[in-house]
């Protein structure tokens, strides 16, 4: 028989999940991430932890800078990037993602539509990571981990969230549609 | 007679395959057939829901392993 008209290979590789489905799996995962790393989920932390490990492999110093002053942020540093939870997670993530992406053949390196497209993809990288970076968190990190931790600084960044999405949405149709 | 448009999305990103749909099916008349072609994954779920929400014929079909055509029948 055809796997691709298996109806298990259709359910679990092929077709997507369903949200209710996803929202389970994410809240059950950030339980275990929770107990075994003491840490909440958090994605663009570890970017930062990235930057620095390489900033440092130039021959850089990041000690005095603010955003790595506590203790955990130095601690964080010196384990290095094996050592560091967040970092492992993130390349799971993408490693999880391929994996799905190849079971559900699916796999395609995309072509580049236009320069107009690079600069949009570049320039929302940025405002992200430098906005992620500033906020001391990402929408998981600050948003749903914060949310979920019961704290009330999750709310308060969904509100600005939703703000800049507006601005960026208006934005994005005006100069790049 | 009723039109059938293609409106090539290949390598476009959220929302922009959603937002050229919504322009060019304004521009459609009741009849009109809408093919928006995308290898976005999300796409193929935010567009359809869009288009049934609003009230017209949806059809997804992938003619090629992650590419998809979303087939909109513009009904008012």
Redesign the interface.
């Given at each position: 028989m055809d796997i691709k008209k298996n109806k298990y290979y259709q359910a679990w590789f092929k077709n997507?999940w369903t949200y209710v489905t996803g929202a389970i799996l994410l809240s059950l995962l950030q339980t275990v991430t929770m107990i075994t790393t003491n840490d909440p989920w958090g994605v663009t932390g570890a970017f930062a932890n990235w930057g620095a490990w390489i900033y440092k492999a130039l021959g850089g110093s990041v000690e005095k800078w603010t955003y790595f002053d506590s203790q955990g942020a130095q601690a964080a540093l010196s384990a290095g990037f094996l050592n560091d939870p967040a970092s492992m997670r993130n390349l799971g993530i993408i490693a999880g993602a391929l994996f799905a992406?190849l079971m559900?053949?699916?796999?395609?390196l995309?072509?580049?539509?236009s320069h107009k497209?690079v600069i949009a993809a570049m320039l929302g990288g940025l405002l992200m990571g430098y906005g992620a970076t500033i906020a001391f968190g990402c929408n998981i990190g600050a948003l749903y981990s914060g949310i979920a931790s019961l704290s009330l600084s999750g709310w308060v960044f969904a509100l600005f969230l939703f703000c800049g999405s507006v601005v960026g949405?208006k934005l994005?149709?005006k100069f790049?549609? | 007679m009723s039109r059938e448009i293609v409106l090539d999305c290949i390598g476009e990103v959220c929302p922009v395959p959603l937002i050229k749909a919504e322009n060019a099916l304004k521009k459609l008349t009741v009849g009109d057939i809408l093919i928006i072609q995308i290898d976005h994954s999300c796409a193929m779920k935010n567009i359809p829901e869009w288009a049934k929400k609003a009230g017209h014929n949806v059809e997804v079909q992938e003619p090629v392993d992650g590419e998809w055509e979303v087939i909109i029948e513009k009904m008012k």
């Open positions: 997507a992406v559900a053949s699916q796999f395609k995309k072509k580049i539509k497209q949405s994005l149709v790049f549609m | -």
